[in-house]
């Protein structure tokens, strides 16, 4: 009997521990692919908010001073003032970037050419990665750390099949920065080789007739990786275009200063340089943005990501199954009940209000 | 000879960040004492509800010139009282200023419960019984409408379903043609696959649109624009128009799935609404069923609708009396840009006054100096000269309607 209650137990603890994995991994899912919840295009939570830390607390108390007030518009402020802090970030920023530059055309060192050396590559990315809201590295990083969480536990309740694969994932991801070099490629042969060496091993074990909901979940769980894999090839060519464009930019930048310094014309202050440097961009971005290829990337990296939102949802619907709550598409089903209701009360109410009318007419 | 170059040393740079900083924080002393983001101001009340649509009846404080009451239609991405964003810039306001009976619908937030309305829904369902609302309400066979953006598609394809209800139809920076690229939301529209999108989300939030609109000029939107507002921090009143701008634009219904399915795929893929072939419920729309007449106004700049896109529903139409007219600014500036209020609304008014079929208190022009009416006034002129001198097939006011002027800045 009391095998039993270890066993309930252990279940129970299993699927707790799972559901906790797969909440932490929603909302990294989230951050990564749909900047919600805490990251959008140039907010405070985007990747190189050093500046914004060092008001953090201080706005902290700002906003909850708002609150007290009882303002309900208090959100829209909070927002404003975090995206002015975080606009002035990207405006010091900048100056620690070009630095070098304004440094080396004070001591007269400064050739004219297009030197890319004038400028840190590294500090320029993050300023693109602020305005864009792109991942770093980092979070991606820290996303597959949290999915292979996810398939350790995954793995404990499935009697250890997909462990070897867990720890394939965590090895690899070790290699992801790569990624941020440039070279679209890697990430999904990273993820075919981890698909090939599960397959091999403990993959063929499913390829025997059906087996349950364990089986379906899993599959549904390889279904999911594959998309994720798709999803950050396609970011990674993404952000590698949006990188090349804003370093396109850059020398660009560079270009008009060495032409400015030539026709001895003048620029008064770092705003006007500011000024150069936005316009310079908005026109570089905005010539990419307007190519086929780009809308065409563009739509098929949404594509990628939405597949992988439908599949973890499909993924959750088979996990919570068993669990005595309304899913989700059993919440779609009621809403097509009540929509198809509502629209055919409506009608009886137009047919009831001829009738009535026709009466009073007669 | 010229100065030489860069005269700033490190000492002014840094100067000028510390004033940026000083801003920011002085500034941030005036936001604390921001007590309420007012927006839509003007007096109305709730007339009419059907699930989480309302309609409202703006109330009239002067006297009402012109008997045949308006219906305005906006979009349902963003809210409808972006026409009475602040007091002195509402064309709202305005219009009630010149004798306008207004009545306004907002079609609410959906919820996943929303998830199946359908442009037919939108369209032969809630836009209906408004119209039908209001038209019982004054006792009136036909009515006004104005449509907005994404509000103006859906009143052409409304009036053209039931011209028997409309008495003038006005739509404002309204897309029609959707083939053009000559904006990125037409392009990137293109090649978005609108069944994955609306199969994950069902509702798709507004937010996902904003990231959008973002992306459309993302260091103007994202760095220029808070940099700018740091130069009118410190003053209150500055501050909350800045604030009210960014509470509209960041207070973003979500978006039907069904209705957007269908909005992107049968508009912005297929084009169907130009072609005739695009179907509402068990009908196919056809343009040419707009027989009242048509004020198509566009504005020269919009980098959301381009002119590209609005001015050819005056050469789909059915009706002779059509005026093109083009405002020289952007999408936004339409709303709220000082130029509009002088310009937009009196010329608005003016219009439905004159094509009230007897029903106004005067038939003057409102304002008879406004510079805005003789484009109104030329291209009547314009229209009645290639009428006398060509087939009514030819009396396109889109065709041959001059442009005003050099483009203006983006909204």
Same mark, same amino acid.
């Given at each position: 009997m009391e095998k039993v209650k270890d066993f309930f137990d252990t279940w129970v603890k299993s699927q707790e521990n799972f559901r906790e994995d797969w909440i932490g991994t929603a909302k990294k899912l989230q951050q990564t692919? %749909?900047?919600?919840g805490s990251a959008t295009a140039g907010s405070s939570a985007a990747p190189g908010h050093e500046f914004v830390n060092i008001y953090n607390s201080w706005m902290a108390a700002v906003v909850n001073a708002l609150k007290e007030t009882g303002d309900t518009d208090v959100d829209v402020i909070k927002e404003t003032l975090s995206k002015a802090f975080s606009s002035s970030n990207a405006y010091t920023k900048l100056y620690e970037v070009w630095l070098p530059l304004f440094k080396a055309i004070q001591e007269k060192t %400064?050739?004219?050419? /297009?030197?890319?050396? /004038? /400028?840190?590559p590294a500090k320029y990315k993050e300023v693109i990665d602020k305005i864009f809201g792109l991942s770093s590295p980092e979070a991606i990083l820290e996303f597959y750390d949290q999915i292979a969480k996810l398939m350790q536990t995954f793995g404990v309740s499935a009697r250890g099949f997909v462990e070897p694969w867990a720890d394939a994932i965590q090895k690899n991801a070790k290699t992801l920065p790569q990624f941020a070099e440039g070279r679209p490629e890697s990430l999904m042969n990273i993820f075919h080789n981890v698909f090939a060496a599960f397959d091999n091993t403990f993959g063929r074990i499913f390829h025997v007739p059906a087996v349950g909901k364990d089986r379906e979940k899993v599959e549904l769980l390889l279904r999911s990786f594959d998309d994720i894999s798709i999803y950050l090839a396609k970011n990674t060519e993404y952000q590698h275009r949006m990188y090349v464009t804003g370093l396109t930019a850059m020398e660009e930048v560079i270009k008009t200063i060495a032409r400015k310094i030539k026709d001895q014309e003048e620029i008064k202050n770092f705003d006007e340089f500011f000024d150069l440097w936005l316009d310079t961009n908005e026109k570089a971005y905005y010539a990419l943005f307007q190519t086929k290829e780009f809308s065409q990337m563009q739509g098929e990296l949404t594509d990628a990501s939405l597949s992988v939102r439908k599949h973890f949802f499909k993924l959750m619907e088979l996990y919570l199954y068993d669990f005595p709550i309304a899913l989700r598409s059993e919440m779609d089903d009621l809403y097509k009940t009540i929509y198809d209701l509502k629209k055919k009360v409506k009608v009886l109410e137009q047919q009831i209000k001829h009738l009535s009318a026709q009466e009073v007419a007669a | 000879m010229k100065t030489p170059f860069m005269t700033f040393d490190t000492k002014t740079i840094i100067r000028e960040l510390g004033e940026v900083n000083r801003k920011l924080i002085r500034g941030t002393e005036t936001l604390t004492e921001v007590d309420e983001i007012d927006v839509g101001t003007a007096p109305k009340e709730l007339v009419y509800e059907e699930d989480k649509l309302r309609l409202y009846h703006y109330k009239q404080e002067g006297a009402v010139t012109c008997r045949v009451p308006v219906l305005i239609v906006y979009a349902l991405v963003n809210r409808q009282y972006m026409l009475d964003l602040q007091p002195d810039r509402s064309i709202v306001r305005n219009l009630l200023q010149h004798g306008m009976d207004l009545y306004i619908i907002d079609w609410g937030y959906p919820t996943k419960?929303?998830?199946?309305? #359908?442009l037919d829904d939108y369209i032969n369902g809630y836009l209906n019984a408004c119209v039908d609302f209001v038209r019982e309400r004054t006792k009136r066979a036909k009515i006004n409408l104005m449509g907005v953006c994404q509000g103006g598609t859906f009143s052409a394809i409304y009036a053209s379903l039931y011209p028997e209800k409309i008495k003038n139809l006005v739509t404002l920076v309204t897309p029609i043609d959707?083939? #053009?690229?000559?904006?990125l939301l037409f392009s990137w529209s293109k090649k978005m696959n609108a069944d994955s999108l609306v199969d994950a989300y069902r509702i798709i939030p507004g937010d996902f649109l904003n990231a959008g609109f973002l992306m459309l000029m993302p260091f103007t939107l994202n760095i220029r624009k808070y940099l700018d507002m740091l130069d009118v921090l410190e003053d209150k009143e500055k501050l909350l128009n800045f604030l009210r701008m960014e509470k509209w634009i960041f207070d973003s219904p979500g978006q039907a799935g069904e209705c957007l399915r269908q909005f992107i795929k049968d508009c912005y893929q297929d084009n169907k609404l130009v072609k005739g072939e695009l179907k509402v419920g068990a009908r196919t729309i056809d343009?040419?069923?707009? #027989?009242m007449p048509l004020l198509n106004i566009y504005a020269?700049?919009?980098?959301?609708?381009?002119p590209s896109s609005s001015k050819p529903l005056n050469n789909l139409v059915g009706t002779t009396d059509k005026v093109l007219y083009e405002f020289k600014g952007g999408h936004i500036g339409v709303f709220v840009g000082s130029k509009s209020q002088k310009e937009l609304a009196p010329t608005i008014a003016q219009w439905l006054h004159e094509r009230a079929g007897g029903e106004t208190v005067r038939n003057t022009p409102l304002r008879p100096e406004q510079p805005q009416m003789k484009a109104i006034k030329s291209a009547k002129r314009e229209q009645s000269e290639r009428s006398r001198g060509s087939s009514k097939r030819e009396q396109s006011g889109a065709k041959k309607e001059k442009t005003q002027g050099r483009r203006d800045k983006k909204g």
């Open positions: 692919l %749909f900047g919600q %400064f050739s004219g050419d /297009v030197d890319k050396d /004038v /400028v840190d | 419960a929303d998830m199946y309305l #359908t959707f083939s #053009t690229d000559d904006a343009l040419k069923n707009i #027989t020269s700049g919009d980098h959301l609708v381009p």
